[in-house]
């Protein structure tokens, strides 16, 4: 708590609420009172997880109460596994979080941690992601990474033969199990520059390696590339 008209410290109480909702509407899911020091109140630490919360202060002599608005920390997923958790392809805000993780994230969240990484879906049975764009390239040289739909029966849709939903750069290596690649081409992606080798569902560049283990990529095009 700070007083911008450089009056004493703050003193008294502060109280931080969580929530399970984005509106901090109903009763908090924990709360906890703590008095201040310095104008800085401690609070008893806890699981990382995101959750929405709304810090309050209960004024001292000098200073009147004061309520902040409802505001969420986001938990990243810090692997070796990163759980996508929508089957939507929007921008996001590039971070891969227990509440919103898509493809793309998890494999750019794979890409950015060292050694082997598994990305696993929780999205439901028999779902589609439609990707809205060129994908990332799986590119992590210190570690493959695999992307496994066990249990959930998903299908990864390059958009009406725009875009290979999976890419893999040279040096890199990953492990597609138990998906279903369809609709994959090349006609979005830029990086299907002529000459390059491109393959609609999956695009294997040289010095990468690629595995497929009960998995499935049909309907896919390539138009004037290798691959």
Request: charged residues 15%.
């Amino acid at each position: 708590v700070t007083d911008p008209t450089g009056a004493a410290t703050p003193t008294g109480n502060a109280t931080f609420d969580r929530f399970d909702n984005a509106t901090c509407g109903g009763a908090p899911v924990a709360t906890e009172t703590a008095p201040l020091s310095s104008g800085a109140a401690e609070f008893t630490p806890f699981a990382a997880a995101s959750f929405w919360y709304r810090a309050s202060y209960g004024g001292d002599a000098t200073h009147p109460p004061a309520v902040g608005g409802c505001s969420l920390f986001s938990a990243t997923q810090v692997g070796p596994t990163f759980t996508v958790n929508t089957t939507a392809d929007d921008a996001g805000d590039g971070q891969c979080t227990d509440l919103h993780c898509t493809l793309r994230e998890a494999i750019l969240a794979a890409n950015a941690a060292p050694g082997a990484n598994t990305v696993q879906f929780a999205i439901g049975s028999g779902q589609t992601i439609t990707v809205a764009s060129a994908m990332p390239w799986i590119s992590d040289p210190s570690g493959a990474v695999t992307i496994d739909g066990e249990g959930f029966d998903v299908t990864v849709s390059g958009n009406a033969h725009s875009f290979p939903p999976f890419k893999v750069l040279g040096g890199s290596a990953a492990t597609l199990a138990r998906l279903t690649v369809r609709d994959g081409g090349v006609a979005g992606d830029g990086d299907c520059t002529f000459g390059d080798p491109c393959g609609g569902g999956l695009t294997v560049r040289a010095g990468a390696a690629a595995t497929l283990r009960e998995s499935t990529i049909e309907s896919c095009t390539t138009t004037s590339h290798a691959g």
